[in-house]
T-cell receptor, first 111, second 116 residues
Framework: QKEVEQNSGPLSVPEGAIASLNCTYSDRGSQSFFWYRQYSGKSPELIMSIYSNGDKEDGRFTAQLNKASQYVSLLIRDSQPSDSATYLC???????????FGKGTRLHILP | GAGVSQSPRYKVAKRGQDVALRCDPISGHVSLFWYQQALGQGPEFLTY????????KSGLPSDRFFAERPEGSVSTLKIQRTQQEDSAVYLC??????????????FGPGTRLTVL
C-alpha cells in the first residue's frame, strides 16, 4: 500500500459544480495534512492545511479530515476553469516526521 | 518581495557529468527544503536545512547527491556522475520557521534536469 494515495484522474467537472478530490494515507498516527495546487509546468502552491477531524473552509475550498478512516478530501465549490490543475495531497508521516506527497489528481473544469 | 528563485531553470547534462543547482530562498526564511519531482509524480523529499545546518538528508537517493547551505541562505544541490534516472524537476522550498512543518512552504519554479 502506498503511503499517500490519490486517484490520478483526470477528473472532469462542469463549471459551477462541486469538485471533490480524495486522498487516503497509511500512517495512522499522521497529524498534519495539506492540499497543494500545481498548474502544469509550475511549482506547487499551498491551498489548505488541516490538522483536526472535521471540515475547514476557506472561500470556495473545504478540506475534510477523517483520521479514523484515514482519508482527507478537498471540495471546490463553484468550480472555475482556472481551478484546472493537479491537486497534490501531502501528509506529515508521524513515524519519521517526513512529508509524503501523493501523485496528484488532475482536475479539468469544463467550461 | 521576491519569492524563491532557482537557477538554472533548465539543465541538460550528458550521463556522467556533474551538475549544480542553485536555490535562493526568501530572505529571512530559516528552513529550506529540496524535492525531486519525476514526471507524473508528486514531489519527493530530498533534504532539509535549518539555517546552515543540514538536519535531514535521508531522502537523498544516493551518495552522488550532495547539498549545502554554507551561510544559511543560498543553497546548492550537486549531483555527481549524473544518470538518466536523475532526470526530474528539482524543487526548492523555504519557510519562515525553524520548526520545519509549522509554516507554509513557498516553492521555487524548479530546475528541470534532463540527463541524456
Amino acid at each position: 500500500q502506498k503511503e499517500v494515495e490519490q486517484n490520478s484522474g483526470p477528473l472532469s467537472v462542469p463549471e459551477g459544480a462541486i469538485a471533490s478530490l480524495n486522498c487516503t494515507y497509511s500512517d495512522r498516527g499522521s497529524q498534519s495534512f495539506f492540499w497543494y495546487r500545481q498548474y502544469s509546468g509550475k511549482s506547487p502552491e499551498l491551498i489548505m492545511s488541516i490538522y483536526s477531524n472535521g471540515d475547514k473552509e476557506d472561500g470556495r475550498f473545504t478540506a475534510q479530515l477523517n483520521k479514523a478512516s484515514q482519508y482527507v478530501s478537498l471540495l471546490i465549490r463553484d468550480s472555475q476553469p482556472s481551478d484546472s490543475a493537479t491537486y497534490l495531497c501531502a501528509v506529515i508521516a508521524n513515524r519519521d516526521d517526513k512529508i509524503i506527497f501523493g501523485k496528484g489528481t488532475r482536475l479539468h473544469i469544463l467550461p | 518581495g521576491a519569492g524563491v528563485s532557482q537557477s538554472p531553470r533548465y539543465k541538460v547534462a550528458k550521463r556522467g557529468q556533474d551538475v549544480a543547482l542553485r536555490c535562493d530562498p526568501i530572505s529571512g526564511h530559516v528552513s529550506l527544503f529540496w524535492y525531486q519531482q519525476a514526471l507524473g509524480q508528486g514531489p519527493e523529499f530530498l533534504t532539509y536545512f535549518q539555517n546552515e545546518a543540514q538536519l535531514d538528508k535521508s531522502g537523498l537517493p544516493s551518495d552522488r547527491f550532495f547539498a549545502e547551505r554554507p551561510e544559511g541562505s543560498v543553497s546548492t544541490l550537486k549531483i555527481q556522475r549524473t544518470q538518466q534516472e536523475d532526470s526530474a524537476v528539482y524543487l526548492c522550498a523555504s519557510s519562515l520557521a525553524a520548526s520545519r512543518w509549522v509554516n507554509e512552504q513557498f516553492f521555487g519554479p524548479g530546475t528541470r534536469l534532463t540527463v541524456l
